[in-house]
């Protein structure tokens, strides 16, 4: 069965400092992957998704992932955060019949 | 393009009572999904609808239903709650087909709270 594990369940750093949030994921075939972020008492917004290609993925909010095949990862990242990166923010592995989100990662940004 | 509306925003309603949810999606998306998410559980899968049929159903038991019109809104139902259903329920619209199934798009949810 597919999995998704995101290994940190909180994670703090500096505004202006570099982020990365892992995702490790287990399927038997070329995953579908995704990055969504959860502002307090909002839904999931979609960051970024792989579907195939090009392995390393841009998305919103100057958000980038980079798709490790041999590694079944799938780790966002970001050069420098801004405070109103602060969220949950979810790792979801999936095909068009089984969708499995990650338990997420906390960000809290220091001023 | 308007997003996934979720009505209400917020209920509380005691053990023992029925509660439906509402989810409009977004225009032209005929598959709508249903999540639980709890601090305990994270996000869970309820049931997917595609033209008024369910699709998928995750692992709840039979008092968590749903439905689907023919507009694609859909409704969410749970019957006889229990302290532990306490929990924000998002739907999620996508195109519903190929590819597209996977790209969902989220509602701002229903925070449900069971005294």
């Known amino acids: 069965a597919q999995s998704v594990t995101q290994p940190d369940i909180h994670i703090t750093v500096s505004e202006g400092a570099s982020l990365e949030l892992r995702c490790n994921y287990s399927?038997?075939?070329?995953?579908?992957l995704f990055w969504y972020v959860q502002s307090p008492g909002q839904g999931l917004q979609l960051l970024l998704k792989?579907?195939?290609?090009?392995?390393l993925v841009q998305g919103i909010k100057g958000f980038e992932a980079e798709f490790k095949r041999s590694q079944s990862s799938f780790n966002l990242r970001k050069p420098s955060v801004h405070w109103s990166d602060a969220a949950e923010y979810f790792c979801?592995?999936?095909?068009?019949?089984?969708?499995?989100f990650g338990a997420g990662t906390r960000l809290t940004v220091k001023p | 393009k308007a997003g996934v509306t979720q009505t209400p925003r917020y209920l509380i309603k005691t053990r023992g009572q029925q509660v439906t949810l509402s989810c409009s999606p977004i225009?032209?998306?005929?598959?709508v999904s249903w999540y639980q998410q709890t601090p305990g559980q994270g996000l869970q899968f309820l049931f997917e609808?595609?033209?008024?049929?369910?699709?998928n159903k995750g692992n709840f038991p039979g008092r968590f239903s749903g439905r689907q019109f023919s507009n694609s809104r859909s409704e969410m139902n749970v019957s006889t709650l229990e302290l532990g259903d306490s929990a924000l329920y998002l739907c999620?619209?996508?195109?519903?087909?190929?590819?597209?199934?996977?790209?969902?798009?989220f509602g701002a949810g229903t925070r449900l709270s069971v005294l």
């Open positions: 609808y595609f033209s008024e049929t369910q699709r």
């Open positions: 999620a619209s996508s195109l519903g087909s190929g590819l597209e199934k996977t790209l969902q798009y």
């Open positions: 225009s032209g998306h005929r598959s």
């Open positions: 792989y579907f195939s290609g090009d392995t």
């Open positions: 399927y038997g075939a070329t995953p579908y």
């Open positions: 979801a592995v999936g095909d068009p019949n089984d969708m499995r």
